[in-house]
């Protein structure tokens, strides 16, 4: 336990030092939710709880998949990670220890996101906590699961490329800012399968919101909780198969 503790506090050192990483996880978000919150150009079936829930969406997906998708592929490509699997930390450790890291982030991307919703005027009467964090529980297995996929089986540099475009698509096509309701037909039925879609919608609902839809079959939430639960699993599955630790 004091060689995870110690890595953990290692990553999430290192994390603060990486200003990129930063503006990533903490600056982007907050500012979205700030933006959005006082500027009334989004449309009006994006209520303040909508919001909120993309925001959290894409806080956790900048952290579980980008952050940590890209810092892992660095660290594959100039075998650090392949040295710290012999040493008495070991590969099993290592891995606990970078679940760990990312839970105190989210657990910080939350606090500060939730707070300054409140004071946007968001009411957490209707928040069910226990539910917001079952989504982001499967969210981060979903999506740290297709980032250390990449990271695992690209070169360092197009694994940056490839985590930010999949980040930049699923933004902006996969019902994280726009609600799957309101993107075109066809898009909208794509974004039903996708862990994006479904992590903002079963997040909209633990906070109070309506939920809407059909996803596979089912009506929302519950569909939505569906595939979110499939990606979940079959994500770290993949990325448990297919992840080289060597670079």
Same mark, same amino acid.
């Given at each position: 336990?004091?060689?995870?503790?110690?890595?953990?506090?290692?990553?999430?050192?290192?994390?603060?030092?990486?200003?990129?990483?930063?503006?990533?996880?903490?600056?982007?978000?907050?500012?979205?939710?700030?933006?959005?919150?006082?500027?009334?150009?989004?449309?009006?079936?994006?209520?303040?709880?909508?919001?909120?829930?993309?925001?959290?969406?894409?806080?956790?997906?900048?952290?579980?998949?980008?952050?940590?998708?890209?810092?892992?592929?660095?660290?594959?490509?100039?075998?650090?990670?392949?040295?710290?699997?012999?040493?008495?930390?070991?590969?099993?450790?290592?891995?606990?220890?970078?679940?760990?890291?990312?839970?105190?982030?989210?657990?910080?991307?939350?606090?500060?996101? !939730?707070?300054?919703?409140? =004071?946007?005027?968001? &009411?957490? @009467?209707? /928040?069910?906590?226990?539910?917001?964090?079952? +989504?982001? $529980?499967?969210?981060?297995?979903?999506?740290?699961?297709?980032?250390?996929?990449?990271?695992?089986?690209?070169?360092?540099?197009?694994?940056?490329?490839?985590?930010?475009?999949?980040?930049?698509?699923?933004?902006?096509?996969?019902?994280?800012?726009?609600?799957?309701?309101?993107?075109?037909?066809?898009?909208?039925?794509?974004?039903?399968?996708?862990?994006?879609?479904?992590?903002?919608?079963? !997040?909209?609902?633990?906070? =109070?919101?309506?939920? &809407?839809? @059909?996803? /596979?079959?089912?009506?929302?939430?519950?569909? +939505?909780? $569906?595939?979110?639960?499939?990606?979940?699993?079959?994500?770290?599955?993949?990325?448990?198969?297919?992840?080289?630790?060597?670079?």
């Amino acid at each position: 336990m004091r060689l995870v503790l110690a890595q953990i506090r290692m990553e999430l050192t290192t994390l603060v030092r990486n200003y990129e990483q930063l503006l990533l996880i903490m600056v982007i978000p907050v500012g979205v939710l700030v933006f959005f919150g006082n500027v009334a150009v989004l449309p009006d079936s994006i209520t303040l709880t909508r919001l909120v829930a993309s925001v959290l969406t894409l806080s956790l997906i900048s952290t579980a998949m980008v952050s940590t998708g890209i810092a892992t592929g660095f660290e594959r490509s100039y075998h650090v990670l392949k040295r710290l699997g012999v040493t008495p930390l070991g590969r099993g450790r290592l891995i606990w220890a970078k679940a760990g890291s990312v839970s105190v982030v989210e657990l910080v991307q939350v606090t500060v996101l !939730v707070a300054i919703a409140v =004071g946007l005027g968001w &009411s957490i @009467v209707e /928040l069910s906590w226990w539910r917001l964090a079952l +989504a982001l $529980l499967l969210g981060t297995a979903a999506f740290a699961g297709i980032g250390l996929c990449l990271a695992g089986r690209l070169r360092a540099e197009a694994n940056l490329a490839a985590q930010n475009g999949l980040y930049l698509i699923l933004l902006a096509l996969g019902g994280v800012i726009i609600p799957v309701d309101d993107l075109p037909d066809g898009l909208g039925a794509v974004a039903r399968y996708l862990p994006s879609g479904a992590l903002a919608e079963v !997040v909209h609902a633990s906070l =109070g919101g309506t939920p &809407s839809g @059909v996803w /596979l079959f089912i009506d929302a939430p519950l569909g +939505a909780w $569906l595939v979110l639960a499939i990606w979940a699993l079959i994500a770290p599955l993949a990325a448990a198969r297919l992840f080289r630790f060597d670079g």
